[in-house]
């Protein structure tokens, strides 16, 4: 019997990479490559810029936020502690990222292709997934209160632990989900999770939602 477990995601790879005290945005320059650098901290509040490649690299803190990002590749990275709230990148492609207690509040990755992805202990309230599609992804400790995965596709991808109160799942398309020891408060149209592992203690939270969508009376008055 095929086993119904997400699969866990590989990790980047990082070699022989170069020491750099700040990336800021005349380091990415439309259709620039950017890639083998240990960061200190990122200068790229509010930077604009389009197809972008940025990979074989680590960063620990900075700010990212407000930046916009048409049509990137970011591969084989790991960023901690870093602000990258309202940080939009559109039709991107993620692959072999880490992110750890990073600040992401509507962190935009709708339409995106993520692939092989660790969230740990981050931020990311808000956030937006519509229509985005993620394979072997797990989100570990963090926060996704009112966040939208409406009509996202997700494969082997778990939540651990994770707020996600008031998340909106309509017409989410799930292979080998879980959610697990999660908080599901207010969840949305939680008809989208047709398909997802859930923890019995999960689901009682649910209870009042599923009546709802499902028209049944909880304890009717006579």
Request: aromatic content about 6%; some cysteine.
């Amino acid at each position: 019997m095929a086993s119904t477990a997400p699969r866990a995601p590989f990790p980047p790879r990082h070699d022989n990479l170069t020491g750099r005290a700040e990336l800021s945005g005349s380091d990415l320059a439309d259709d620039s490559l950017v890639e083998g650098l240990a960061v200190q901290a990122l200068a790229l509040e509010w930077h604009a810029c389009e197809f972008v490649e940025w990979g074989t690299s680590t960063v620990d803190g900075g700010t990212a936020a407000n930046s916009e990002w048409f049509k990137p590749s970011w591969y084989d990275l790991t960023v901690a502690n870093a602000d990258l709230a309202n940080a939009r990148l559109t039709e991107a492609g993620l692959r072999r990222v880490v992110f750890t207690d990073c600040r992401m509040t509507g962190f935009d990755l709708s339409q995106a292709v993520v692939q092989d992805a660790l969230f740990t202990g981050c931020l990311l309230d808000l956030a937006n997934l519509r229509f985005a599609k993620l394979s072997r992804v797990r989100f570990v400790d963090c926060r996704l209160r009112g966040a939208d995965l409406s009509s996202a596709q997700l494969i082997d991808v778990s939540f651990e632990g994770c707020d996600l109160s008031e998340v909106q799942f309509h017409g989410l398309r799930t292979t080998r989900g879980r959610i697990r020891a999660s908080q599901l408060a207010g969840a949305k149209t939680i008809s989208g999770l047709r398909g997802m592992a859930i923890d019995p203690l999960d689901i009682v939270e649910l209870s009042h939602q599923l009546a709802a969508e499902l028209g049944i009376l909880l304890n009717p008055e006579d």
